[in-house]
């Protein structure tokens, strides 16, 4: 099992910067990869991006491209999302997950997600 907590959401100008964190505990954080997820009111699940066990390999979706960064830090057990030029449609609740690393697996935990809402 993992537990995964998000912080630092909170509200903020357009143009302006946040850097979410996902603290993780009940397993061994190192082995999984690490996504970011999104979801505004009345709109699906979004993928933003997903990192691998040692940070060598990052993917992120189209819309957050070149302006969200996914990090991690596996002796703190946290995965970190700084995210620059934020825009009102980023508004959203932000979630962390992780998944084993395999090409079968699936996201199995999920953390209760943290509010980000961009004011124009």
């Known amino acids: 099992q993992v537990q995964l907590v998000e912080s630092g959401g909170g509200l903020v100008q357009a143009g302006g910067s946040l850097r979410l964190s996902c603290a993780a505990s009940?397993?061994?954080?190192?082995?999984?990869?690490m996504g970011w997820f999104r979801q505004a009111p009345g709109k699906e699940r979004e993928f933003l991006a997903h990192?691998?066990?040692?940070?060598?390999?990052?993917v992120y979706g189209d819309s957050v491209k070149g302006r969200f960064t996914i990090a991690r830090d596996n002796a703190k057990n946290t995965v970190y999302l700084q995210m620059n030029s934020l825009k009102p449609e980023d508004t959203a609740l932000y979630y962390c997950?992780?998944?084993?690393?395999?090409?079968?697996?699936?996201?199995?935990?999920w953390g209760q997600g943290t509010q980000v809402t961009v004011s124009s």
């Open positions: 997950a992780a998944r084993l690393d395999k090409s079968w697996a699936a996201y199995d935990y």
């Open positions: 009940g397993h061994t954080f190192s082995t999984y990869i």
């Open positions: 990192i691998n066990w040692s940070g060598s390999n990052t």
